[in-house]
């Protein structure tokens, strides 16, 4: 069982940066991938990046954003630079479980997710 709450939206200028944080309550003992997702107003939602053994990311992120978690404060990251106007979503963090030494797709089956938090970027 998990439950996760974003955090770290709000606006930024095109080409700025935010931070986005997903604190992550466990009580299990079992294994998890997790990952970024994003839904647009009108648009379906789309992953951004997961992490497990490794990570994934959209293309539309690669080189931008990075995925990364702290497990010692038990808190996901989505560090986003370089955004753009079309970053503008809501962005929700989620979990799957996962076995050892594999990273999730973004097609995988997602059980967990967060409220989402916003992200607006202006041009």
């Known amino acids: 069982q998990v439950q996760l709450v974003e955090s770290g939206g709000g606006s930024a200028q095109a080409g700025g940066s935010l931070r986005l944080s997903c604190v992550i309550s466990?009580?299990?003992?079992?294994?998890?991938?997790m990952g970024w997702f994003r839904q647009a107003p009108g648009k379906e939602r789309e992953g951004v990046a997961t992490i497990g053994h490794g990570t994934r990311y959209a293309d539309s992120v690669k080189g931008r954003f990075t995925i990364s978690q702290d497990n010692a404060k038990n808190t996901l990251y989505l560090q986003m630079n370089s955004l753009k106007p079309e970053d503008t979503a809501m962005y929700y963090c989620a979990a799957v479980f996962c076995a050892p030494g594999r990273t999730a797709g973004f097609d995988d089956p997602f059980a967990y997710w967060g409220p989402g938090t916003q992200v607006t970027v202006s041009s």
């Open positions: 466990r009580y299990t003992d079992s294994t998890y991938c």
